[in-house]
């Protein structure tokens, strides 16, 4: 009887090949891990943000003569060379240098927060997404030091002088607390560097769709109404100057987010 077995042709016999080896799957690795290695790197830009704010605590520490007559010379500017301040609490001196070395940390740290945590978040991101990312964190760094320096050319000694100086009676001598002195100096300073995120947290928006420009034009009052209060809450004083001297610098703020919007739904 011829045999049953029927030779099978090379074609049958080919095995079906692998498309791909296991090998040359994408190397981002980032869009195949799990919760917990998500918090795993998570847990170390954290760590790598506390270590940079640490080394320039411990720098600001070193130099805290320095600083402290970089900080106080505003307050000289305004009332001479031969001014001095007050000791209240007794730990105040040694707080101000504390205080002195974590603010001008927290200062120079936040760019470097900033970038670690975008390099956290740009894996899972389209690389368009990724590249507006960095110049926006860029673009941030920069509003932030400007809102700083302008509130230290700018804002700060006017505010100093305008209560130390224009509406002081004359029976009362200008000696203020070195503890108060400073929580005024460094809360203006912060707020005036977050306040002048404004523009991003307005692109941002615009860029997922959130916010329209056509949405701010038409209601251009109530945003005027409310970088009003916003400036009123967060200005460091209670009179109308000094929220004068963040709701200006916020509308232009405002005005130039209305362009790169405008900018931003053309392309």
């Not at 010379?73 to 504390?98: D, R």
Request: charged share 15%.
């Amino acid at each position: 009887m011829p045999s049953k077995k029927k030779s099978l042709s090379s074609s049958e016999t080919k095995q079906p090949s692998i498309s791909a080896p296991e090998e040359s799957l994408p190397h981002d690795r980032e869009k195949f891990m799990t919760l917990g290695e998500h918090l795993e790197e998570l847990r170390s830009v954290l760590i790598r943000s506390i270590l940079v704010f640490t080394v320039f605590f411990v720098v600001a520490l070193y130099f805290g003569e320095e600083l402290h007559k970089i900080v106080i010379k505003p307050y000289k500017n305004i009332l001479g060379e031969s001014a001095t301040f007050y000791q209240i609490k007794l730990m105040a001196p040694f707080m101000v240098y504390l205080r002195t070395g974590f603010m001008v940390s927290i200062l120079i740290t936040f760019p470097f927060a900033l970038a670690f945590l975008w390099g956290f978040v740009s894996p899972a991101l389209e690389p368009r997404t990724a590249r507006l990312g960095k110049a926006l964190i860029a673009f941030s760094t920069v509003l932030f030091w400007l809102g700083v320096w302008l509130c230290w050319t700018q804002a700060f000694e006017s505010f100093l002088k305008i209560f130390l100086v224009t509406v002081r009676p004359l029976d009362i001598e200008t000696r203020l607390p070195i503890d108060e002195y400073y929580d005024v100096f460094f809360n203006m300073h912060l707020i005036f560097g977050l306040s002048f995120q404004l523009p991003v947290i307005m692109v941002l928006l615009a860029a997922v769709g959130i916010l329209k420009l056509s949405f701010l034009l038409k209601h251009w009052r109530e945003a005027f109404i409310g970088i009003a209060f916003a400036a009123a809450v967060l200005s460091p004083g209670p009179d109308v100057i000094s929220m004068l001297m963040l709701f200006v610098p916020l509308l232009v703020l405002f005005a130039i987010s209305l362009v790169l919007i405008a900018i931003i739904e053309r392309k």
